[in-house]
């Protein structure tokens, strides 16, 4: 979520949330090309963010013996169910932002950041 303030007052303006879509960079970096201005009328709006997954991969280090079951999970008041011990795989995101100035962008960073961990 964005919030802008009148620099001289210190009041906020207004307030949105900024979407974020499944998109490969590529895509969006076209359209940048296109209109280098982004003065056309399109259903784009910025800011906004798009994701895509690089890469999957199988951990072995994570691996547990796929005969143990996990414990019980009711899914009705009289049986229970359990399930196999699940696989374990690492995906791999990219994340962009496309903001028009470089103050909307820094919010989205402040606010993304602090949920990505370097261990």
């Known amino acids: 979520m964005i919030k802008r303030v009148d620099k001289n007052t210190g009041s906020e303006i207004e307030r949105f949330k900024v979407p974020i879509v499944y998109a490969p960079k590529e895509k969006y970096y076209a359209r ?15 800011p906004r963010m798009s994701f895509e997954i690089t890469n999957f ?3 072995a280090s ?3 013996n796929s005969l143990l079951r996990s414990g019980a999970i009711a899914n009705t008041a009289s049986r229970g ?9 690492d995906i791999n ?3 962009q932002i496309y903001a028009r100035n470089v103050d909307d962008g820094t919010h989205i960073i402040e606010q993304v950041l602090p949920y990505f961990n370097p261990d």
Request: proline fraction near 9%.
């Open 93 to 95: 995101f990219d994340l």
């Open 62 to 64: 994570r691996k547990q």
């Open 32 to 46: 940048l090309r296109a209109d280098p201005d982004l003065n056309r009328p399109i259903q784009v709006v910025l």
């Open 57 to 59: 991969t199988y951990d």
């Open 81 to 89: 169910a359990t399930q196999y011990m699940s696989v374990p795989y």
